[in-house]
């Protein structure tokens, strides 16, 4: 197997960061919020975009100018195809009113395996469908480490995260 990208590892390690629902707000993720300069003032709002921010500058990788906007990834790093997809990889979907974005670490033939933020208003691992992925981007410099990893299908498909 080959080794995980730094960038990876370090979003694993946040699994399980959640909202605060009501007036108090996550302090990591307002710490996200305030450490990339972002106009977002709670943990309340869309912070897919602002987690993989994080995780990337975390990993001392550039990132988008308008990082906290998911479709802004879209155009990020280097494209990959989806032959080629690794662990790590940043995958942008399209969902309605906007976008989502996280981190692939797997696929079933039908969805992506997403880790990723302000899923289910959390960090953590779901299954997306393939049909909406509008890109696939990788950090440009940086080598493609692994390749494909094929997991099953078990849980439901996200249809909106929030």
């Known amino acids: 197997m080959a080794p995980e990208p730094r960038w990876l590892t370090i979003a694993r ?69 989806e032959s080629v997809v690794a662990p790590g990889a940043v995958l942008v979907f399209a969902r309605e009113g906007g976008g989502h974005v996280g981190f692939y670490v797997g696929e079933d033939p039908a969805a992506y395996h997403v880790l990723g933020g302000n899923q289910g208003n959390a960090v953590s691992i779901v299954r997306i469908s393939k049909a909406r992925c509008i890109a696939i981007r990788w950090p440009r410099g940086e080598p493609v480490l692994g390749r494909p990893v094929l997991l099953a299908a078990s849980g439901e498909t996200s249809k909106n995260e929030a």
């Not at 707000?25 to 309340?44: A, Y």
Request: with cysteine; glycine share 12%.
């Open 13 to 81: 390690g946040h699994i399980g960061v959640r909202e605060i629902p009501g007036p108090r707000h996550s302090p990591t993720i307002m710490g996200w919020l305030r450490r990339l300069g972002s106009w977002i003032k709670d943990d309340e709002a869309a912070w897919c975009g602002t987690f993989v921010a994080a995780v990337m500058q975390e990993a001392g990788l550039p990132v988008p100018k308008y990082h906290m906007r998911a479709r802004a990834w879209a155009d990020w790093g280097a494209n990959l195809r």
